[in-house]
């Protein structure tokens, strides 16, 4: 099987992110610029941990589940509109049909934000992905394995029958702790 994260793997979402958590900070917070590696420690956790740690260091006057809630109406029109990442589509058609690979979308996103991220894509989603799992899925989020060992069942293969598809070092961290194989 296939296992494909969804944010900064298949659709180039973080751009969208970045700049709806900045729109809050500068609201709500100190106003500083996110930094790099800040961004970096945020792909693929979950919301609560990513909000929790951008309160803190920016100062923002909210709590988790009201920066979550802000953030999330934000990103709504923009996720409608996201668009692959260069080459994700010729990847999943290849694990798809032409290895024959079941697939799988493993997402550290709730449904809601799954959703209206492929909003416009659901033709495409319908066609070459037969399992999605999203946060909503499950208790613990990456850098815990608990995702991918969870797709892997929905697919009825074993975590060491996948390869995953990640590029955030939480989900790198999860898929070695999964024992599958992976593309970074």
């Known amino acids: 099987g296939a296992l494909f994260d969804l944010d900064g793997t298949l659709l180039d979402t973080e751009p969208l992110y970045d700049e709806a958590e900045q729109k809050i900070i500068n609201l709500y917070g100190n106003g500083k610029i996110i930094e790099p590696e800040i961004k970096q420690q945020l792909l693929g956790t979950p919301a ?3 909000c929790k740690l951008l309160i803190e260091r920016y100062e ?3 709590s988790v589940d009201e920066f979550i809630k802000m953030r999330d109406d934000l990103l709504i029109e923009p996720f409608r509109n996201c668009k692959f990442k260069k080459g994700a589509k010729k990847v999943v058609h290849k694990c798809k049909y032409e290895l024959g690979l079941k697939s799988a979308i493993a997402t550290g996103s709730s449904r809601f934000n799954f959703d209206n991220k492929v909003y416009n894509l659901k033709e ?5 992905i ?3 799992v999203t ?3 499950i208790k613990r989020g990456k850098p815990n394995p ?6 892997a069942q929905e697919l009825g293969l ?3 029958e ?6 955030g070092l939480p989900g790198v961290k999860a898929a070695l702790s999964a024992g599958v194989k992976i593309v970074v």
């Open 48 to 50: 609560n941990i990513n």
């Open 60 to 62: 923002v006057k909210l």
């Open 124 to 128: 495409w989603v319908n066609k070459y």
């Open 130 to 132: 037969d399992v999605v």
């Open 135 to 137: 946060s909503d899925n």
């Open 146 to 151: 608990d995702i991918f060992i969870l797709a």
């Open 158 to 160: 074993r975590p060491s």
């Open 162 to 167: 996948c390869i995953v598809f990640e590029d």
